[in-house]
């Protein structure tokens, strides 16, 4: 069954450091997301991309965060400058159609300790 | 501003019986609710949608009814399995937005 897939599954790295989460969304979905849970609290929208450009993006989503599909595969986020509140679990996510219609599909996640 | 709330943070049913798993929304803009259920360790998996022009829908043994007066929806599992037990989450989206909202979240134990 095709899947979401994240790497790393793990990330340690010290306050102001720059950090790069990769996404491989399921091939034929055309819609891309990335969401985050800090530890106990609800899953948060981060953005939305569709069509190389993003559609929507939350208040958290600020100019240190940037997304990217460099290939016909990979979907990454960038944290610039890490700060400690950025410790969370970061979910990518993908879909055939908009929100709206369909599912979506989540990664596993990655989890992002900043110290 | 919690615009999708689960008010139970945990659940504890016995095998067998029903298991009810509450959401209420305040956005009346939201048109398309989702129930996710998440493992420890790994993404939210979908369940079960429902549109806002049906009140149930019904899936096996899951079934999602929709109040849009009171802005409540419900997660009916019948009957409960001990892999039922994990993290269940309901979400909703409204025509425009390409984001779901999720809201915190109700641990749900399924006891022998």
């Known amino acids: 069954e095709p899947e979401v897939t994240q790497t790393p599954s793990h990330q340690v790295t010290q306050m102001g450091q720059e950090v790069i989460l990769r996404c491989v969304p399921i091939?034929?979905?055309?819609?891309f997301y990335w969401y985050r849970q800090i530890l106990g609290q609800k899953v948060e929208f981060l953005v939305s991309?569709?069509?190389?450009?993003?559609?929507?993006k939350s208040e958290i989503f600020d100019d240190q965060f940037s997304v990217e599909r460099p290939d016909g595969s990979n979907f990454t986020l960038k944290i610039r400058s890490t700060k400690l509140e950025d410790s969370a679990m970061y979910f990518c996510?993908?879909?055939?159609?908009?929100?709206?219609?369909?599912?979506?599909?989540f990664g596993e996640g990655s989890r992002l300790t900043v110290l | 501003d919690q615009q999708v709330k689960q008010n139970s943070p945990s659940l504890s049913v016995q095998e067998g019986r029903i298991s009810i798993l509450n959401c209420d929304y305040t956005?009346?803009?939201?048109?398309?609710f989702l129930w996710y259920k998440k493992y420890p360790a790994e993404g939210p998996t979908f369940l079960i949608s429902?549109?806002?022009?049906?009140d149930k829908n019904e899936d096996g043994r899951f079934t999602v009814f929709l109040n849009k007066s009171a802005k409540h929806l419900s997660l009916h599992i019948v009957p409960s399995q001990p892999g039922d037990s994990a993290v269940y989450f309901c979400?909703?989206?409204?025509?425009?937005?390409?984001?779901?909202?999720f809201g915190q979240g109700t641990r749900l134990t399924i006891n022998p």
């Open positions: 979400a909703a989206t409204d025509q425009g937005a390409q984001k779901l909202v």
């Open positions: 429902i549109s806002s022009i049906k």
């Open positions: 956005n009346s803009m939201f048109d398309y």
């Open positions: 996510a993908s879909s055939v159609d908009r929100v709206h219609t369909g599912e979506l599909f």
């Open positions: 991309f569709y069509n190389n450009e993003i559609s929507e």
């Open positions: 091939s034929n979905h055309l819609y």
